[in-house]
C-alpha cells in the first residue's frame, strides 16, 4: 500500500489507534499489530506508522489514518479529521482522552530482497541440511501424500536447536543470506535465522517455475487459530518480508488451472487430481495472483476453477452450535450467525476479487462446489478441495 499524504496533518494513525482504543497485540519495529475491529480477528490488523496506513490480513480491509476512524464511525473525512483534532486537543480543549503509551522499538534497516536464484539456491541448500520429524510425516501421510511426494516437495521440520552452526555452514557453501526471507543480522552484527520454539512445525517451500520463491510453516501449535506463517525477517536489523509469493504446482502450459488457498492444501489437491493449481496464502492475499496468472495465461491457460474452501458457502443460520457461540454476546437467538455470516463474507471477497482478475485478463472463470445440501449451502464436511479429491480417492479404491 502506498504512503499516506501527511501534508498538513499534525497527527499521526498512531493517534487514530490511541483515540479508537484499539487493543495492541504486538508492537514491531515500523508498525504495531492490533484487534481489527471490522471483523474481529484478533491481532489481525497492521497499523505502519511509517506509510500511515492499515490492513488486515483476514478480512483485507485496507485504508489511511481518516479512513479508519471515519468507518468505524460513519463520519465523512472532514469530519473524521475535526473529531480526531478534537481529541487531541490540538484545535479545541477536550479533557476526557487519555493517550495510551507504548514502547516503541527502534526502527530496523531492511535488506533488499535477494535475486529468486539466490533465493532458491540459499532455501535449496538450507532444505538439504534439514530433516523431517516422524511426527510431521504421518501429519502429511493422513493428508493423503505418500513418501515420495513428501521429498519432492521438500517438506522439512523447522530447527530449533543449532541455528548460528546452520547460518555458518551455509555460508561457508556459498549461500547468499542477506536479503532471504527469514535470515538478519543480530545484535552483534552476526548473520541468524528467524526459528523460534514457539513457531515450531514443518517447513512448506513456494515455488514458482521450479525455484522456491519462499517458505512457510505449518504450526505445531497454532497462534490465535492461525496454522500457517510466513518465514520472514522483516522485523529485525537486515531482514527482509517474504512478499507472500504465489506458489504454483502442476503443468504450467495446461488449459485449465486452479486457483485455492493454501500452498500445502493445493498441493494435495494436485497429487490426488493432477490438476495444476494456484495457490495464494490466503483468500484475500491476492496482491501477486494477477501477474501469475498472466504468466500462466501466455503459456496456454484457457480457463480458470475457484475453489476456494468451502466457507463461501456456509450455513449462516444461527443453530447454537458454532465455535463461536461461547463469545455471543447476544442475549437472544439470533436468525442470522453474525461470525458465520462475517466468515462468508469474507471468503466471498475474496472470491470476487479472483473473479475480477480473471476478468481484467480475459480469462473466464467457473466456481467449484462440493459438499452441498438441498438448499444449496454446504454440509459442513469436506471443507477444502484437498479434502473433496481425498474423499474421492477413498471412495473409488
Given at each position: 500500500m502506498r504512503n499516506y499524504d501527511m501534508s498538513g496533518f499534525n497527527f499521526d494513525?498512531?493517534?487514530?489507534?490511541?483515540i479508537l482504543r484499539l487493543h495492541i497485540h504486538h508492537v514491531n519495529a515500523q508498525s504495531i499489530d492490533v484487534n481489527?475491529?471490522?471483523?474481529?480477528?484478533?491481532?489481525?490488523?497492521?497499523?505502519?506508522?511509517?506509510?500511515?496506513?492499515?490492513?488486515?490480513?483476514?478480512?483485507?480491509?485496507?485504508?489511511g489514518m481518516l479512513q479508519l476512524y471515519a468507518e468505524l464511525h460513519n463520519v465523512t473525512f472532514s469530519e473524521a479529521n475535526r473529531q480526531i483534532r478534537e481529541a487531541l486537543n490540538r484545535d479545541v480543549c477536550r479533557s476526557d482522552y487519555d493517550k495510551k503509551e507504548w514502547k516503541e522499538k527502534k526502527p530496523v534497516q531492511n535488506a533488499l530482497l535477494a535475486t529468486p536464484d539466490e533465493i532458491d539456491h540459499t532455501y535449496s541448500v538450507m532444505l538439504s541440511m534439514l530433516t523431517l520429524n516422524q511426527k510431521h510425516r504421518e501429519d502429511l501421510s493422513n493428508r493423503g501424500l505418500t513418501d515420495l511426494q513428501i521429498e519432492e516437495q521438500k517438506y522439512r521440520s523447522a530447527p530449533i536447536f543449532g541455528l548460528k552452526a546452520l547460518v555458518r555452514k551455509m555460508i561457508e557453501k556459498?549461500?547468499?543470506?542477506?536479503?532471504?526471507?527469514?535470515?538478519?543480522?543480530?545484535?552483534?552484527?552476526?548473520?541468524?535465522?528467524?526459528?523460534?520454539?514457539?513457531?515450531?512445525?514443518?517447513?512448506?517451500p513456494i515455488r514458482q517455475?521450479?525455484?522456491?520463491?519462499?517458505?512457510?510453516?505449518?504450526?505445531?501449535?497454532?497462534?490465535?487459530?492461525?496454522?500457517?506463517?510466513?518465514?520472514?525477517s522483516v522485523n529485525y536489523e537486515l531482514g527482509v518480508s517474504s512478499g507472500s509469493p504465489v506458489h504454483v504446482i502442476g503443468d504450467v502450459n495446461a488449459k485449465n488451472?486452479?486457483?485455492?488457498?493454501?500452498?500445502?492444501?493445493?498441493?494435495?489437491?494436485?497429487?490426488?487430481?493432477?490438476?495444476?493449481?494456484?495457490?495464494?496464502?490466503?483468500?484475500?492475499?491476492?496482491?501477486?495472483?494477477?501477474?501469475?496468472?498472466?504468466?500462466?495465461?501466455?503459456?496456454?491457460?484457457?480457463?480458470?476453477?475457484?475453489?476456494?474452501?468451502?466457507?463461501?458457502?456456509?450455513?449462516?443460520a444461527c443453530d447454537r452450535h458454532d465455535r463461536k457461540c461461547a463469545e455471543c454476546k447476544l442475549t437472544e437467538?439470533?436468525?442470522?450467525?453474525?461470525?458465520?455470516?462475517?466468515?462468508?463474507?469474507?471468503?466471498?471477497?475474496?472470491?470476487?476479487?479472483?473473479?475480477?482478475?480473471?476478468?481484467?485478463?480475459?480469462?473466464?472463470?467457473?466456481?467449484?462446489?462440493?459438499?452441498?445440501?438441498?438448499?444449496?449451502?454446504?454440509?459442513?464436511?469436506?471443507?477444502?478441495?484437498d479434502d473433496f479429491y481425498y474423499s474421492e480417492k477413498q471412495v473409488n479404491r
Open positions: 494513525i498512531y493517534d487514530v489507534v490511541d481489527c475491529p471490522f471483523c474481529g480477528s484478533k491481532g489481525k490488523l497492521n497499523i505502519n506508522k511509517e506509510k500511515n496506513v492499515y490492513h488486515c490480513n483476514k478480512c483485507d480491509v485496507q485504508g556459498g549461500c547468499t543470506v542477506k536479503g532471504v526471507p527469514g535470515f538478519y543480522q543480530d545484535k552483534d552484527g552476526i548473520w541468524f535465522v528467524n526459528f523460534k520454539a514457539k513457531n515450531s512445525g514443518f517447513l512448506i517455475n521450479g525455484r522456491i520463491l519462499g517458505m512457510q510453516i505449518r504450526l505445531d501449535h497454532p497462534i490465535d487459530k492461525m496454522k500457517y506463517i510466513w518465514f520472514s488451472i486452479y486457483i485455492t488457498e493454501g500452498a500445502l492444501k493445493g498441493t494435495i489437491a494436485h497429487y490426488l487430481s493432477g490438476h495444476t493449481f494456484v495457490c495464494v496464502a490466503g483468500v484475500n492475499q491476492y496482491r501477486n495472483l494477477k501477474p501469475v496468472l498472466e504468466m500462466l495465461k501466455e503459456s496456454g491457460m484457457k480457463y480458470v476453477y475457484e475453489a476456494y474452501d468451502m466457507d463461501k458457502k456456509v450455513q449462516t437467538k439470533p436468525r442470522i450467525c453474525p461470525y458465520k455470516a462475517d466468515r462468508q463474507k469474507i471468503i466471498q471477497r475474496g472470491c470476487q476479487m479472483a473473479y475480477e482478475i480473471c476478468r481484467s485478463i480475459s480469462v473466464p472463470v467457473e466456481r467449484m462446489v462440493w459438499d452441498m445440501n438441498e438448499k444449496g449451502e454446504w454440509n459442513g464436511d469436506l471443507k477444502g478441495i
